[in-house]
């Protein structure tokens, strides 16, 4: 939802960061202010992945340019774990399996470091396993996750409920989303693309990095924006989305390079 | 190290056999003479010798052990805290000695668990048919002087279809500094039998001494035996246990053995088809840190069709450890349709630790699938930063997936006290306190 007053969570300025020697990002400007759905879509290799790795610190990554606030304080500062803890959340395009840590063990561990840090209420494993197993009833989630290892052997459906699982249980301010919906069936797709809704409120900004439009038909966005070549080079609404599904991403390219020739 | 001087080491190990060459039946005592004739023909291993290239056992020949002549006297409360609960059987050995009174027998029909001076009637003919016939006391030194000081041990012996659905749990314990003990156990598992047994090796003695094991497991057609090796010794003990094991057509032997205390440990551990359709299950992990080496040979003899293994063997390896793994599969050329599998995955955590593995892949059959892998490497940086980025710091996300990684091993073992006992132990020992 868009409010014109609405306090601004994310401040992107002129983000360029690479890989190996490789620049990937190259200049990103970008503002999520409370509320707002944001959809990044563009082609393979076009960065957006990239972009939602760097917000949340991966090592691999180096930013070599450009800056990043998150309410107003420098996230390029801020480790991995003081993203979380501060609210930045990242859902993994590939969530990583854990094989020999027990997922109600790793959740419980994840939420209470996350409160502790806020100078919140920490559970013990009875009253958090009361608190997560309510959660798991807004993705459909059986409670025989619990006790498996963490994304372990769990379809590419379940790892992605379990990715939401764990947005849901660390209340996160900003949720980034890294191709939630790749490797979804039509079902479980609206059952993750549900329970982001219901976890989305007028204070949480979602940023969407998506291929396809198909998520968007379940979570309605306010800004869709096109990366190409490490650049945002298009910005409109939903209906831009739709576009892109019917006549690809070729054209936006076209027409961002005519805008630079004119 | 000079040959003589070999030998010297050898005369001193085998120096107090007086007290053991007359007791028991003639077989025994013949069987004791071999192994000495054996013994004195052999010589200890050095590193010049390939299967023991990484694993040098001079801090061990430096010390004249002597077997203990009588067990040392020890509390049951010291015990306790090894206890395991779904055991209804245990036998205990302290310094090499049966305890009666430590041990508790819940016998049962038709399955003989006690001890191997004991045995009398049929439960001594089956000793006398199978013991050190699959121990290598021709051609391993320890496992010879192991034969050489034979007398109290552990007699395993299911009939037939008979199950024991509880585990037997066979507890080593070493108690007197300087003095060697010669644990052995025989399991012998009729056709169809099933069981589960523990060998359980720890030490309350204050220095060093030396456990010399040999452990024979056989299993007749379709018998499955589980079979757990918890070597948790003191930290300046020498260990080393040879264990061989020969499974008839459709038996299952699944094993894991643990490795977590000692200064220097070597298992030999050999499996051997001896009829087709056979499934071994091999998992093994070494836990050190400190200064301790802890080396595995294992060898799987594929020598009949249709058999199937898979070998999962890890290593935690901290401070300046030293874990050493060599896994042989053998596939022999009549054994087509063997289905083997064999992982060696090592996780350092710290820069000064070493780890040597070696998959030795001999096929001589050509229809066959073997799959084998080696990773040596510190923990992964897509792990490290998905843990990082739900808020754990940089030092509870590495415990946690050290921790995980030794657990996938242990939370296999079929025993859950034990599985509780281990992870507790193996939580103790990866985690490291958060930087001020």
């Known amino acids: 939802m868009i409010r014109k007053n609405a306090p601004v969570l994310l401040e992107v300025r002129d983000l360029s960061a690479k890989i190996e020697g490789r620049t990937i990002l190259k200049g990103i400007n970008f503002t999520v202010r409370a509320g707002e759905v944001h959809a990044i879509m563009g082609p393979n290799g076009s960065g957006k992945s990239t972009f939602a790795k760097v917000l949340s610190g991966h090592p691999s990554y180096q930013v070599t340019g450009g800056h990043v606030l998150f309410e107003g304080r420098n996230l390029l500062d801020l480790t991995p774990e003081e993203r979380a803890r ?10 990583i399996e854990v094989p020999g840590v027990t997922n109600s063990s790793f959740l419980r561990l994840a939420y209470n470091t996350v409160q502790g840090a806020r100078g919140a209420e920490e559970l013990d494993p009875l009253e958090f396993d009361d608190f997560v197993r ?15 290892s963490v994304n372990a052997g ?34 479980a797709l609206r059952v993750v693309a549900n329970g982001v809704n219901k976890l989305h ?58 805008m630079a020739a004119a | 190290m000079s040959v003589e001087s070999r030998n010297d ?24 003479m071999r192994a000495v004739e054996r013994a004195n ?110 007398r109290d041990g552990a007699l395993i012996h299911v009939a037939s279809d008979r199950v024991v659905n509880t585990p037997i749990h066979l507890l080593f314990v070493a108690t007197r500094t300087d003095s060697a003990a010669y644990p052995r156990v025989l399991v012998v598992a009729e056709t169809g039998a099933r069981c589960t047994v523990v060998e359980d090796f720890i030490g309350v003695a204050d220095g060093a001494y030396l456990t010399d094991a040999v452990s024979e497991f056989y299993l007749a057609e379709n018998a499955r035996v589980s079979h757990v090796k918890l070597q948790r010794e003191t930290p300046t003990a020498f ?86 793994f060599n896994g042989k599969i053998l596939v022999r050329q009549g054994a087509q349709q063997t289905d083997s599998g064999q992982q060696s995955r090592n996780l350092l955590i710290s820069d000064k630790a070493r780890v040597d593995t070696k998959p030795q892949l001999e096929i001589f059959a050509d229809d066959v699938k073997c799959a084998h892998g080696a990773t040596v490497g510190q923990i992964e940086a897509d792990e490290l930063f998905y843990l990082k980025s739900r808020g754990l710091s940089d030092t509870a996300a590495r415990n946690l997936l050290t921790y995980a990684f030794a657990a996938q091993v242990i939370e296999r073992i079929p025993v859950k006290s034990l599985v509780d006992q281990l992870e507790k132990t193996v939580l103790e020992q990866t985690q490291t306190r958060e930087p001020a």
């Open chain 2, 239 to 324: 260990h080393i246990a040879n264990t061989s094991v020969r499974v008839a057509h459709g038996g299952h032997y699944a094993t894991w053995t643990v490795a977590l205390g000692a200064r220097i440990s070597r298992h030999n551990l050999s499996i051997a088809q001896a009829g087709e359709a056979t499934e071994f299950s091999v998992d093994g992990l070494a836990l050190i840190s400190g200064r301790q080496l802890a080396d595995t040979h294992s060898s799987i003899d594929h020598a009949h069709p249709h058999g199937r293994s898979r070998q999962l063997h890890k290593t935690v390896v901290g401070g300046a450890a030293h874990a050493v």
């Open chain 2, 9 to 32: 080491y050898l005369d001193n190990l085998l120096h107090g056999r007086e007290a053991v060459s007359d007791a028991g039946s003639a077989w025994q005592r013949t069987l004791r």
């Open chain 2, 41 to 150: 023909e052999l010589t200890v291993p050095t590193t010049r010798d390939e299967e023991w290239r990484f694993t040098d056992l001079s801090p061990l020949y430096r010390i004249p052990f002597r077997p203990a002549a009588s067990a040392g006297i020890l509390e049951k409360s010291r015990i306790h805290a090894f206890a395991i609960p779904e055991a209804e059987t245990r036998l205990v050995f302290v310094d090499g000695h049966y305890s009666t009174e430590l041990s508790q027998v819940n016998s049962n029909d038709g399955v003989t668990v006690g001890n191997l001076a004991d045995v009398s009637g049929s439960s001594e003919a089956v000793a006398e048919t199978h013991l050190a016939q699959l121990a290598a006391i021709d051609a391993d030194v320890f496992a010879a002087v192991n034969t050489a000081f034979l």
């Open chain 1, 134 to 148: 309510e959660k798991m009833k807004l993705l459909e989630m059986d409670p025989a996750f619990l006790v498996r």
């Open chain 1, 201 to 258: 409120t007028q204070d949480i900004g979602l940023v969407l990095v998506t291929h396809y439009q198909r998520l968007l038909n379940y979570i309605e966005p306010d800004y869709v924006h096109v990366i190409e070549g490490g650049r945002i080079i298009k910005t409109g609404d939903k209906s831009l989305a739709l576009e892109l599904e019917a006549r690809g991403y070729d054209w936006v390219a076209a027409e961002f390079k005519g």
């Open chain 1, 154 to 187: 769990f379809s590419g459906g379940e790892k992605k409920r379990n990715e939401i699982l764990q947005m849901a249980l660390l209340a996160p301010k900003l949720a980034v989303l890294d191709e939630t919906d790749s490797g979804l069936d039509i079902d």
């Open chain 1, 86 to 95: 501060a609210g930045v959340f990242l859902g993994f395009q590939y969530p």
